[in-house]
């Protein structure tokens, strides 16, 4: 499956942002799907994820209350609604996907494939 982020940009503390992850290839209705960021100097960090059924969803603490990530299996997309943005949410954001079954959705490994990243910018 190839995966391709979207929707990053530059936005005031205080406003929101949508990204896209647009699927093509393999059926991505049995893909779980997560977000993760890495910003400047910093490791990957886990941001979101979703079940391939849409049911469950996970948060890291740092995003809770403010991201909703949700999915669109008809339209192959995995979306990342971002609001109450910080700059420490300053970040280039991956989505990713793995068909496999999933023991931790916060740990990078466990996801076979990776789209090329989108830079959202917060400022202050």
């Known amino acids: 499956v190839q995966l391709q982020a979207f929707g990053g940009g530059l936005v005031q503390a205080g406003g929101s942002l949508s990204l896209s992850c647009a699927a093509s290839?393999?059926?991505?209705?049995?893909?779980?799907t997560g977000w993760f960021r890495q910003a400047p100097g910093k490791e990957r960090e886990f941001v979101a994820a979703i079940r391939w059924s849409g049911g469950t969803t996970y948060y890291a603490d740092s995003v809770k209350g403010r991201f909703t990530i949700s999915r669109d299996n008809a339209k192959n997309t995995v979306t990342l609604q971002m609001n109450s943005l910080k700059p420490e949410d300053t970040a280039v954001y991956y989505c990713?996907?793995?068909?496999?079954?999933?023991?931790?959705?916060?740990?990078?490994?466990?996801?076979?494939?990776w789209g090329q990243g989108t830079l959202v910018t917060v400022s202050s």
């Open positions: 990713a996907a793995t068909g496999r079954y999933v023991r931790d959705y916060a740990k990078f490994g466990e996801y076979d494939y």
């Open positions: 290839g393999r059926i991505f209705s049995s893909y779980n």
